[in-house]
């Protein structure tokens, strides 16, 4: 740990790494609680791998035709709200075929973009970046990117807080109220797409969809209101992004892998505590209190 330590004061890299755990906790913090909420998984899991679609185009597109505006997060932004708004548009319109548009959207989006990889001279080296995260080689434009797309993230989920809490738990009190729930929704899965997108660097394709509900998961244990989940859940965040990386340092562990595998255990120990209360509270004859509010 000292060693660690001393590398963040001297190491610009670590530094970096740190500041992109925060930006993406916060992501986490807001959307995650939302995802648990709805109870989306899925969808966002669909987004997440749709996602290397964009990469791949956008790196051919950078690499072979000279655009060097294409950054690869900008194909990724593309392609997670392209793919969000059709999945949120069928399972609104088409629900019985919802699982098959999912499923077609995650499988299609790899193949496309391990097809557009496969053609890109000198980007499978990369490749494995974007796949399980790199959080230690961010650059000062991912970082600037990230810090857009978290502004737009926080604004978003903040502004329409109450419209997005009752879309999450009553529709038909939603549309009682007035409440446009079809707009919020896709609004939300948009949402949850750029959130993906902050993760990309961090965690990787694969594993993005741990961070992105575990925090919240676990917050939801602990939270009354969803208000409170979130706060919960970005710090949670944060502290497993650097406790991850902390871990990692020194026996040169990825980074990303390890802040899951920490996220897994924190969830399994605040599980199996939960548990154990409610086993407690009914042996003593207590009702169980549930504080969650998912």
């Not at 059709?86 to 098959?100: C, H, M, N, P, Y």
């Not at 993230?153 to 997005?164: A, T």
């Not at 707009?183 to 993906?196: I, N, R």
């Not at 859940?233 to 802040?259: D, E, N, Q, R, V």
Request: aromatic share 8%; glycine share 8%.
């Amino acid at each position: 740990m000292s060693e660690f330590l001393n590398a963040v004061r001297t190491l610009p890299l670590l530094q970096n790494a740190l500041i992109m755990g925060v930006l993406a906790s916060i992501a986490c913090g807001v959307i995650g609680t939302y995802v648990v909420s709805r109870r989306i998984t899925s969808i966002a899991g669909a987004v997440a791998h749709c996602v290397l679609g964009g990469l791949g185009a956008a790196k051919y597109f950078q690499v072979t035709r000279g655009w060097a505006w294409c950054h690869p997060l900008l194909g990724a932004t593309i392609a997670a709200v392209l793919s969000a708004i059709i999945i949120g548009w069928v399972s609104l319109r088409a629900k019985q075929r919802e699982d098959t548009v999912i499923s077609a959207i995650w499988s299609v989006g790899m193949a496309i973009g391990v097809l557009f990889i496969s053609q890109t001279p000198g980007y499978n080296e990369d490749l494995t970046a974007y796949l399980f995260g790199s959080i230690l080689l961010v650059s000062s434009q991912d970082m600037w990117l990230t810090v857009a797309l978290d502004i737009g993230i926080l604004l978003l989920g903040l502004l329409y807080y109450n419209r997005f809490l009752a879309v999450c738990f009553d529709e038909e009190f939603a549309r009682l109220r007035g409440i446009r729930v079809e707009l919020y929704y896709l609004l939300l899965l948009v949402l949850t797409a750029l959130t993906v997108v902050v993760l990309l660097k961090v965690v990787g394709i694969i594993m993005v969809i741990a961070l992105l509900t575990l925090p919240a998961a676990v917050a939801g244990f602990f939270a009354r209101t969803l208000f409170q989940m979130m706060v919960i859940a970005t710090l949670i965040g944060i502290s497993l992004t650097t406790g991850g990386l902390a871990i990692s340092y020194s026996p040169s562990l990825p980074a990303g892998a390890t802040t899951i595998v920490l996220a897994g255990t924190v969830y399994t120990i605040a599980l199996a505590t939960r548990w154990g209360m409610q086993r407690l509270r009914r042996s003593t004859g207590k009702a169980p209190v549930t504080n969650s509010p998912v």
